[in-house]
């Protein structure tokens, strides 16, 4: 492994690339890999007429905490793993910290107001967890409660639907200090700070989601230490899944016992992965039991698959007796409590090697872990519908991509095209079967993308971090015109 505490900051899914194991496999309902073209499958080409979605369906754009908010000492807040990583030297490209990000802890009336602008009907956010809790147990912050209510009030004011994250990556530095996700105590503290949270909003009916993208935590924070906590260790990353599924199941209970209003589910990133030849098959099923299976299965079927951690090519190479050893009575029923909605979220697919390796397939975007495939998205949505019969609805909670020049640009042709690419392929697999009945773009603004700081911009909304001006990019004013008509036209 390359050093990653000197020197440039490594991507994370690069990191990836060069060695772990990724993906889905082949199934028959796919397009074939480009490795193997068909001449009895033709391209998908989309229909003449706009696509039209279903009624009812959300759309709304995503940020979160850390990466919008600034103000990390502000009425009381705690510090978290995030605000520790960013000030160790060489951990962020740019030496940025979340301060002050997009300064939206003091802008967030602005920013509504920016949403309906925009005719955005639902916006996604995070709760701060050290906010709340400063120290990530015990005494309540109540002035960060209030944070939330009153953006939460704001919202409802407006007539935009909340959709709530509880846990985007911002775990408060005291429970770091005890183990972090390594350990078993942080889903108890999180189901505590989750139950808190319920009570505050219990009336909101609101679109809640626990925790956010487990596997990019486990693998980039704890086995490639590229992302907070910046561990290198591959039992602690295997932990580290058991740990935040078994949160996500007590905040799921907690939840239930609350009685709030709204429902709840989790946010996987899923990675389609195809074989880049037949040798590579057996390899591609493990990539995807170690990027997928290792998370859907326990949260949707209630059971660990039993080809993800092991020593084969593709597989997480941690102790598998030591990981089964953390799965105690009554976990994997917590980790399957029925959910109201799934949400995925979808930036990229990749192929595989027969040694497991990551390997580029398509063009990647600025960030190079983003292999740009939008047919993958149809994949995955069907993938699920044939893999996972019984799964609640499908929302897509995050999908984008990075301006392609650092600086930034209000002209935004790629995204536009990335977005009207995904929401055609989004449309055909809802033709097709699939329940998918929301879409949150990522990002309603430029903020502080985690190990590459200010400098890589994925928001619909242009934001100067010296003014914090902010100024709707070209792809923007066309999402808006998607929502309103709510369908998807082909040029
Ligand atoms: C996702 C994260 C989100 C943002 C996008 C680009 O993995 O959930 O915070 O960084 O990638």
Known sequence: MPDRGTGPVLDRRL???????????????RDPSPSEPSTTVPPWEPPAEP???PDGFVWGAATSAFQVEGSTTADGRGPSIWDTFAAEPGRIADGATGDPAADHYRRWESDL????ELGLPAYRFSVAWPRVQPTGSGAVNQRGVDFYRRLVDGLLARGIHPAITLYHWDLPQPLQDA??????DTADRFADYAGIVFDALRDVDATWLTINEPKTTAYVGYR???????ITDEDQAAAAVHHQLLAHGRAVQAFRASGAAGGIGIALNLLPVYPVDRAADAAAVRVDAVENRLFLDPVLLGR?????????????P????????????????????PLDLLAIQYYGVTGVDDAGNQVPLYPTSLATWQQVHPEGLYDQLMDLLIDYPDAPPLVITENGIPDPTADGTVEDAERLEFLRAHLQQAARAIGDGVRLTGYYAWSLLD????AEGLSQRWGLVHVDFETQERTPKDSARWYSTVVRANAVAPS
Do not use: K
């Open 113 to 116: 107001d920016l949403l309906v």
């Open 304 to 316: 660990y698959p039993t080809d993800a951690i092991g020593t084969q090519p593709g597989q997480l």
């Open 51 to 53: 696509m039209v979605f």
């Open 179 to 184: 183990g972090g996700w390594a350990v078993r």
């Open 224 to 230: 490639w230490g590229a992302h907070a906590p910046g």
């Open 15 to 29: 990191l990836l690339q060069l060695g772990v194991a990724a993906g889905a496999l082949a199934a028959c309902s």
């Open 447 to 450: 903020n502080f993308e985690w």
């Open 318 to 337: 941690a102790d598998a007796g030591r990981f089964e050893d953390l799965v105690r009575d009554g976990d994997l029923e917590a980790i399957s409590s």
